[in-house]
């Protein structure tokens, strides 16, 4: 932590705020007597499928203990004090209060420049996909925008979003490329990521997508684009240690299945793990090419057949699933979550941060999860969490509260895990430890 500005991107009275000094002084940070502390334990090593997803290892009357950075220990408040001071520690009261791991998105497309809210006029109007791109707007203007910025402006703007994802909880994301579909614009955006991270307490995990569409360009030239993220962008974005993983947009009229696997493949040569957009508009096999190039997720899921849910549960995919996409886009049809996990689907959610869908509270994207996918609170809060982190290889590390995993918690201002999804409209979200420093508290 100590390469990064803490706050920088935060509203100035929080950046004022003496908690960091302070906690840096103490031997660390103790939540005492929270109502419930929603643990996520024990980390099985792999993320929870089927039953298991009903299983948060919630202590009641408990307390959390951390230092070093680290979750220390959970338990009652007197043994976990016992021979330790109370004033060496900075103490935070939960009581009537929820203690959990912060949120991890590991969906998001959260560098772009510009916005896109013209087109809800449009689509309420009933336009499609198709009619709102034919006017000017969808991906491509949000292309032509973003190739126009440049990286210190990509920065101030997803850093004004990356802030909302932090007090609403979230404390690792994923961000895609995907608005620049030329190798100097794609790398644009994957420095603007990287530096954002480096300067933001929200650890960002990044996603080469330059095969998110074909550029305006490439129109009538497929195969000379996809030579060129063969030959020139996957290359450039692996060499210079910008992205973890590759992501592929597998749908009708953007890539195919076999150019798909092409591409990810071509990825894994160069040691990012593949993720895949699959089966959204149409039934594309995204899910099936998931399975057989092992990736780590297929993400949205909409119309993904039986058979292929199959072919994911024996490869161990996980399933991102994104419950705000259909409803900003007035689609009826959503994931059907209730089947995947019945077949032991990991499923982890995600809120698709993009122009097109303007979400970074992940509590609306549970509540979805709820309402939308009859997802249980259970279900919803580990796919928000140690689901989530294993969907971007790192659920040894965050999403619960075991012993030895980074101090990444939340204190939310509810008496009951329950209450997340129940009030759909509100931010719950009190205090936010990251790193076991304390980098937001909300004044009640
Ligand atoms: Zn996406």
């Known amino acids: 932590m100590s390469d990064r500005a803490h706050k920088i991107m ?74 330790r001071s109370e004033r060496e520690y900075e103490v935070i009261d939960a009581a009537g209060k929820i203690v959990m791991p912060g949120f991890v998105d590991p969906h998001t497309h959260l ?15 009933g336009a499609s996909y198709l009619e709102i791109a034919e006017r000017g707007g969808g991906i491509q203007r949000t292309v032509r925008e973003t190739r126009a910025a440049s990286e210190s402006e990509l920065i101030h703007q997803a850093g004004g979003r990356l802030d909302q994802m932090l007090l609403n909880g979230t404390t690792t994301i994923e961000a895609k490329s995907g608005y620049g579909l030329t190798t100097v614009d794609e790398i644009k955006m994957l420095t603007a990521a990287k530096n954002l991270d480096k300067r933001h307490p929200v650890d960002i995990v990044r996603t080469f997508l330059g095969a998110h569409a074909f550029p305006e360009e490439y129109a009538e030239d497929r ?49 990012l793990k593949s993720k895949i957009h699959a089966d959204e508009f149409t039934s594309s096999g995204g899910a099936r090419v998931a399975a057989e190039v092992g990736a780590i997720t297929a993400d949205h899921l909409l119309r993904t057949s039986e058979e292929d849910m199959v072919r994911m549960a024996e490869s161990g995919v996980v399933a991102v699933l994104l419950p705000a996409v259909p409803l900003l886009s007035m689609e009826e049809r959503f994931a059907n979550a209730r089947r995947m996990i019945e077949m032991e689907i990991p499923v982890a959610i995600a809120s698709d941060l993009n122009p097109n869908c303007w979400v970074t509270s992940m509590q609306t994207v549970i509540s979805l999860a709820c309402y939308k996918m009859r997802m249980t609170p259970e279900e919803a809060i580990a796919a928000s969490t140690i689901n989530a982190a294993y969907a971007l290889g790192r659920g040894g590390k965050i999403g619960s509260l075991d012993v030895g995993k980074v101090a990444d918690v939340l204190v939310l201002d509810i008496p009951d895990y329950l209450h997340i999804p129940y009030k759909f409209d509100g931010n719950c979200v009190e205090t936010v430890i990251k790193n076991g420093e304390i980098i937001h508290k909300r004044e009640s």
Request: net charge negative.
């Open 111 to 125: 560098v772009f420049a510009g916005q896109r809210a013209s087109e809800l006029s449009w689509k309420v109007e």
């Open 223 to 271: 195969d000379g684009y996809i030579s060129l993220l063969e030959e020139e962008m996957i290359p450039a974005a692996a060499k210079a240690g910008l992205a973890e993983f590759c992501d592929v947009f597998c749908e009708e009229g953007y890539f195919t299945p076999e150019e798909s696997i092409r591409i990810l493949e071509k990825g894994q040569t160069f040691g």
């Open 10 to 83: 935060l509203p100035k009275e929080r950046a004022a705020r003496p908690t960091s000094s302070r906690a840096r002084a103490a031997e660390g940070i103790v939540i005492r007597d929270a109502e419930q502390v929603v643990t996520l334990s024990p980390d099985r090593g792999r993320p929870l499928r089927g039953a298991e997803m009903r299983e948060l290892g919630i202590q009641t009357d408990a307390s959390v203990l951390i230092a070093g950075g680290r979750i220390q220990r959970v338990g009652r408040y007197e043994d976990l004090m016992r021979g």
